[in-house]
């Protein structure tokens, strides 16, 4: 019955922008923490950025920071990516994540127990 559904991956060029959505249905949304995971070819999963519960904290890793916004509309269900000054490195699948467990979230750390996951939205930045 849980629903998480990424949107918004493509093609961009090196420096070009993109926005990631992720709806999610059948939960409770606003007592989830969310978060966004990418997988790159080669390498492992990274967890790149954490939103609590009600917006009011995130967490960005070094990879991405200052250059990604996560945000979420807990009116709409939804948790959004901005992601800005692109590079070729960002290229990879990016999936949203969901859960309501334990947690712990600052700006320097992101801990929770992914219950859901969406099935990943692609994102290529050429050179």
């Known amino acids: 019955q849980v629903q998480v559904v990424e949107s918004g991956g493509g093609l961009v060029q090196a420096g070009g922008s993109l926005r990631l959505s992720c709806t999610a249905s059948?939960?409770?949304?606003?007592?989830?923490?969310m978060g966004w995971f990418r997988q790159a070819p080669g390498k492992e999963r990274e967890r790149i950025s954490c939103?609590?519960?009600?917006?009011?904290?995130?967490y960005y890793a070094d990879s991405v920071k200052g250059r990604f916004t996560i945000s979420r509309d807990n009116a709409k269900n939804t948790l959004y990516l901005q992601m800005n000054s692109l590079k070729p490195e960002d290229t990879a699948m990016y999936y949203c994540?969901?859960?309501?467990?334990?947690?712990?979230?600052?700006?320097?750390?992101?801990?929770?127990?992914?219950?859901?996951w969406g099935q990943g939205t692609q994102v290529t930045v050429g050179s």
């Open positions: 939103i609590s519960w009600s917006g009011g904290t995130t």
């Open positions: 059948g939960l409770t949304f606003d007592a989830y923490t």
């Open positions: 994540a969901a859960g309501n467990g334990a947690v712990s979230i600052s700006t320097k750390l992101c801990t929770f127990r992914v219950d859901y």
